[in-house]
T-cell receptor, first 112, second 111 residues
Framework: DGGITQSPKYLFRKEGQNVTLSCEQN?????MYWYRQDPGQGLRLIYY???????QKGDIAEGYSVSREKKESFPLTVTSAQKNPTAFYLC???????????FGPGTRLLVL | GENVEQHPSTLSVQEGDSAVIKCTYS??????FPWYKQELGKRPQLIID?????GEKKDQRIAVTLNKTAKHFSLHITETQPEDSAVYFC??????????FGKGTKLSVKP
């Protein structure tokens, strides 16, 4: 999972601002995922993509958007419509035909 | 909807004792069940996984058992050490190929 990077490590958002979290992988994995983690909660799926130029909503997609223009990259935008964005955001990837997901180091998003 | 229940939410054991964490899942079509360990502020790390064609899998001090009929699976850690202290998450594969996670168990191993 060292081949998955997320940036920045910490991100501060002002009210009404859109912010974008980066996720890159050099593992040649086809599928990529975004999860949100709140204290005392498990990981909840925001969006996932099984292939370039295609993605699906997860359980909590409202207020978020994604793109998958390249196999290596799956950025997540937290829009101003997401009223409670403070959380730890984790990106993961898996290779075609495998259920095993490997996680990036995460981005902690805080609201100013 | 698809759901994974995990118990207990916190678990405290003495060093050298065993620890058991249990999960139940709702989707009988789930065939893949991983366990992740997450240290404070770090990424979840896969520690063991099991597929539905086996009932038990072991890797040194860690073992996972699966009962497909009852739709539950468990993580067993023997001879616990202080470095085993972390939050452990179980997960089950959902109908879309994604993972559905339990809410986690905070394990504390006291020296």
């Amino acid at each position: 999972d060292g081949g998955i990077t997320q940036s920045p490590k910490y991100l501060f958002r002002k009210e009404g601002q859109n912010v974008t979290l980066s996720c890159e992988q050099n593992l040649n994995h086809d599928a990529m995922y975004w999860y949100r983690q709140d204290p005392g909660q498990g990981l909840r799926l925001i969006y996932y993509s099984q292939i370039v130029n295609d993605f699906q909503k997860g359980d909590i997609a409202e207020g978020y958007s994604v793109s998958r223009e390249k196999k290596e990259s799956f950025p997540l935008t937290v829009t101003s419509a997401q009223k409670n964005p403070t959380a730890f955001y984790l990106c993961a990837s898996s290779k075609r035909g495998s259920e095993t997901q490997y996680f990036g180091p995460g981005t902690r998003l805080l609201v100013l | 909807g698809e759901n994974v229940e995990q118990h207990p939410s916190t678990l405290s054991v003495q060093e050298g004792d065993s620890a058991v964490i249990k999960c139940t899942y709702s989707d009988s079509a789930s065939n893949y069940f991983p366990w992740y360990k997450q240290e404070l502020g770090k990424r979840p790390q896969l520690i063991i996984d099991i597929r539905s064609n086996v009932g038990e899998k072991k890797d040194q001090r860690i073992a996972v058992t699966l009962n497909k009929t009852a739709k539950h699976f468990s993580l067993h850690i023997t001879e616990t050490q202080p470095e085993d202290s972390a939050v452990y998450f179980c997960a089950a594969q959902g109908s879309q190929g994604n993972l559905i996670f339990g809410k986690g168990t905070k394990l504390s191993v006291k020296p």
